[in-house]
Every structure is written in C-alpha cells, then in structure tokens.
C-alpha cells in the first residue's frame, strides 16, 4: 500500500486479507473489490490515516453493509447507496464528517469504507471496530466502552431511508436487522459516530493496512513457492489447527443470517481425524475429535489447502482440500463484557471461549 | 363538544363516536379515552381548529398508534411515548410544529391527537386523513394527491426512536410495520407533515366534530328511550344492512393485523337471513345471503341492538345481538385511484366495491 494512499493496485491484497480476517463472513470481499475499484476510478484513491493521528475533534463515521452473505453476492450495492447511507447520518446529526471508519476488518466490510472514502473525498482510519468480522452490529470493541451504534442510518439501493435511535446496541441490531430483511436482506448502513478521541480508544489499530499486508504476504509467498498458509499463521501469531477436506456442510439461511455447521476429514498428518466447524456467518467453534479447540472470540480461518485463499461458509462445500487456522482476536475480546458480547454462550454454546492452542503452531 | 376546546367532558362521546367511525378497527378507543383524559387533566384542554381556518404556512404533524388492535388493548402507550413521536419527527425535518393532524377519525387514533395536542399545548385540526378508519399507513386521502407520508417517524415506550424516509408510501408502511412488530405489535407514528394549504385540501374536514356528535347523539338517543341505531344511521345517511345474532367467528394475528371473518344469523325481521362480515382491523365486505351488500372504501359498521355502541372485530363474539350499517365514505375515496388503494380488490376480494344500497335505508 502507498504512502497513506489507497490506489486500485492494493485493493486485491486487501480483499485477500479482508477473507482471511473475515473467518468465513463478513461478505464476500469480492463485491466489495468491484465496488472500491469503480470509485477509486471515478474518484481517485482514498487517503488513509494512522488511528494514532486523528484528531481528538475529528468527526468519525462507520460506514458498513449489513444482510446476509448469502444475499449481498447477488444484489450488489452502488457505490451511491454507500454514500448515501452516511449522508443521511450526517444530516440527521447535523455534523460534517472528516473521516470514515471501518467496522469489520472481515469481508466485504473492510472495502466498504474505501468507496464511501473515495466517493466523499474524506479519508478513512486504519483500523476497525472488531478486528475481525462478527455477524452482528452491536458486537464491536465500542460497545465495551458504552459506545452508542446509533443514531444510525439505514440505506438501500432503491432509494429507501431509515434512522434509529435506540436505547441500546441490541435494539439497534433488531431494528436494524429487520429493515435490513424488508430492504431484500441487504443493506448499507453508518453508524457509531464518534468524536476522534473517542475512536482513537474505541477501535483496534492497523487492521485495514493488516488485510493489505496478509494479501500480499499470500501473493509474495505463491510467487516465492513458499507455504502461503504458514505464512500468514506467522504472521497473525496464530496456530494451525487441521489440515483435511470437506465430507458434509449443513447450511440454512434464518432470521437474516447463514447458520449451520460443516464436518471434515483428515488427510495428511491428520489422516483419521474428524473436524468440526460450526457457524453463524462467521465460524464460530472448530471441534478436533470431539474437543474445541479453537472458539469466538478468536478468529477461526479456513483457508484452502494449496492458495492460502480464504473460504467463506457461503462458499464451503463438498470435497474441497482446507487447512483450517487459528490466530488470537484483540485482547479486549476476552473481558468478562466481551466474552458475554461474543463468547460461545451468546451464540448459543453451553461452553467459555477456547481460546487458540497456541504450542500446536510450534 | 365547547366552543373550540376539546375537554374532559367531550371524551366520552368522542370515544363512543370514534368507535363506530373505527368500522370495527382502529384499536378500542377506551384506550386512547384514557390516554387523552390523562393528558386533558395534566395540560389543560385541547383547542380544536375547523379546518378552513389552518393558515397556509401552517406545519402540520400528522400522530397515530400503529399496530395491531389486539395488542393495543393490552399495552397502552404513555403520554410522553405520544409526544416523543411528533418530537422525534419535528427535530429530524427541523420544523417547530404549529397543528396536530388525526390519522384516522375511527378507534384509538381520533383520541391520539388529543392526547399530543394537550401534551404539546398545540391545537387538533377538526379533520382526518381517513374519514373513517383503514388498516394501512398509505390509506389515506393525501396518498391521493402524491402526498408522502415521510418522513415519518415512530417511537416505543422504551424510548426507542426512528425516521423512515422512503421512495412511497408502500414502502412507509412496510418498514414501519416491521419496526412496529419488533417494538412489540404497537408503536407511536408521526407522518404525512403538511403546511396548511396542503393539509386544508388533503384532509377530510370535520371529523373530529363528526366523532363527538356521533357520540353525543347515541347518548341522547338512550337517554330519550328512542333507537340509537337508527340516529346514527340518519346522522350519516346510511343504510341498515341487517339485524341478527354472531353465530362464528374465525379471527387470525397475521403479519401484524387481526384478519378474520364472522358468520350471523338474522333475527326478527332478517329471520333465516345468513350474513358475513369479512375483517382485516377493520370490516371490509358485508354478504348478505350470499351477495356482497356493502364493501370498502363505504363504512360498514356492526353496533349493539339495544345501545348502538360500535363492536370492534377483536371483540366480535358469540351470541352477540348486532345490527350492522353502512354508510358513505368521502367521494374521493370512490376514484380510480381511490379504489385502488383501499378497494376490495388491494384486500384480495375479487369483485368491484359495492357501495351502500340506500334504498334499504327506507
């Protein structure tokens, strides 16, 4: 990535990365690629800056597509529409704002930003509100410091707008959730305005220059010949947890999200062993032999076998060779308030957090 | 009702006029005779304005409970949730607002602007959009001339907010109906803002006034011992359309509404006549031995034999001695565009609308 400039020529590394750090959700980056590309084309590349070098007055505005996966590959946004989701924050506000801030360094997420940047000619923060993508609104490190989601806006791509203002950051992913369904189960959403001190505490560091550098290090490590899936464990200070193929994946599309759970079998080292990967969007608990060995809030990647390519659950299917990885979330995740915003138990497992098996990378 | 002012003492004939204006939906106007005696008692009484006399540059705010009758009954909104409404709508349009405008002038909401306007110490228009009561936020005269309902916004008793701003008044009632079902099947509405000139054409004048006397004529009647029923129905220029006892009723929540129909048996001079009533909030077609008698956009409106007091379709049952009666609804309502907005055919009955017979009435 340039100096502080984020041109058409990193936007693929970026959406390699943003697959990897979307541990199977957040959209597939590939829209999110089309969409950035077209407005960087039309106007010019977005400036991105240092978390640590925004000013404490700056008028921050997350920027993000909300639906199910499943959905946003089909009914593409315009770049417009993303545009015009922060517009309407702004005026119900009455705000100017000076930069935009991505929500999930996961999935399509980590481009939206790049397009409202592009088109609104503001820059955007290298850093997000997750550090990973997670399914619902409500589940970012703000909501940790009592961070409001809204007011918020709702934009679809017919021209249709919506403001909620909630009492807390669950009514906001309810309200949210279902305008989104109404709107065709996909929609553009702005949220969590903050001023720039508050961002500058509330967001995790570097993660949008972090997907970059994770696709180039997939790119540099195939043309070097060298292992792109150790490559990025390395990286990400993470763990390997299996290498095997897909035997089953039972996927559903509910309550506006792809839920479900995928077995696989071992090859290799791992000739013999049974893997199991259970997901809401994201994946959400790997399950070696019967035993987790890897949940939420760590990110769980799966990625396949050969490329390094990350696989979303939307994609997951029969017979493809993967190895499946591990690498640890922001630290914050892993408070008594983080884990009951996106531990196991929210999602509806009788189990704590496992958190990665760290010697197994050795 | 007292020379411009709406008090304590007018509520129960404006309820009891509102109820049979409400053509069997609308919510059970008790509920908003409870709310508006609350707010008359804290604020001071309501001045009402004749329509005529709204000045052009008048900036009208259109309140009303949104949400299905049967919960209505059981989760009764707070004063303040009516005033967060048109609050919430005026701070998004930045519009200090100068009237309160009645949605319906049948059920809860020909009492709901009574209750904002005390609270908000602004003057009711003596008008509504409706002329009578229908079950869809789009139904209303103003749809007819291109007005648009939003920006709209809604409010809980939480203190859950929103605006919906949207391409057309279907889409209006579409998200909002969502929202209003997350919010638990009611919620508060301000819609359809209006400056004067506007308001004085899109409105149908008179009903507020319209209620009370109703109200008040059904109260003299029994007072007199002379038939309440036949006073209403001379009051309106209807028509009777029958006299029997319910003998089935078959009712259904759906999608946010109470949809159903009901089967009575003539009695007296109807003996051996076998009458339905099909409903969806409110009643929308009357057979009489197999004929369709009356349908929407007229009113058909089913009140106790003895008292004349209006029986809502939530609370048809069994046994109950009914006779039902129909009457005009304002001629712009039998337009083209009139009938397809709120004619038999958008409720999914296959047949033109019939309008009253008015030579029964003899």
Redesign the interface.
């Known amino acids: 990535m340039a100096e502080r400039l984020i041109t058409e020529a990193d936007l693929d590394d970026l959406a390699v990365g943003a697959a990897i750090l979307g541990t199977g959700g957040g959209g597939d980056p590939h829209i999110g690629r089309l969409l950035a590309g077209a407005a960087v084309r039309a106007h010019g590349p977005a400036e991105i800056v240092p978390l640590d070098q925004v000013p404490d007055d700056a008028a921050t505005f997350m920027v993000a597509m909300m639906g199910a996966p499943t959905v946003m590959v089909e009914k593409v946004p315009s770049i417009e529409q993303v545009a015009a989701a922060v517009r309407?924050l702004a005026r119900?506000l009455g705000v100017e704002p000076t930069h935009v801030v991505c929500a999930e360094a996961g999935g399509v997420n980590a481009l939206v930003p790049v397009v409202a940047a592009a088109q609104l000619g503001l820059p955007v923060i290298d850093a997000d509100a997750m550090g990973r993508a997670f399914p619902e609104l409500q589940m970012v490190i703000p909501t940790l410091y009592g961070i409001t989601a809204t007011p918020m806006s709702i934009a679809d791509e017919?021209?249709?707008?919506?403001?909620?203002?909630?009492?807390d950051n669950h009514?906001a992913e309810?309200?949210a959730r279902?305008?989104t369904?109404?709107m065709g189960c996909s929609a553009m959403i702005s949220l969590y305005p903050m001023d720039g001190a508050t961002a500058r505490k509330a967001l995790v560091p570097g993660t949008v220059s972090l997907c970059a550098e994770l696709g180039r290090i997939v790119r540099e490590a195939r043309a070097g010949h060298r292992d792109p899936v150790a490559a990025v464990v390395d990286r990400l200070g993470g763990a390997e947890l299996f290498t095997g193929k897909v035997v089953d994946v039972a996927r559903r599309t509910e309550g506006g999200f792809a839920r479900g759970e995928a077995t696989l079998t071992g090859t290799g080292g791992d000739t013999g062993v049974e893997f199991t990967l259970r997901f809401q969007n994201e994946h959400l608990v790997a399950v070696r032999d019967g035993t987790v060995v890897a949940s939420v809030p760590d990110l769980i990647c799966v990625l396949d076998a050969e490329t390094g390519t990350a696989i979303t659950t939307e994609t997951l299917r029969y017979g493809q060779r993967v190895r499946v990885i591990a690498a640890p979330c922001d630290p914050r995740w892993h408070s008594p308030e983080g884990v009951e915003l996106v531990g196991p138990r929210y999602f509806g497992y009788d189990h704590d957090p496992v958190r990665i098996p760290t010697e197994v990378a050795a």
Do not use: P
Request: glycine letters at 10%; zero cysteines.
């Open positions: 309407a119900y017919k021209g249709n707008q919506g403001i909620f203002d909630t009492i009514w309810r309200l279902s305008a369904i109404d």
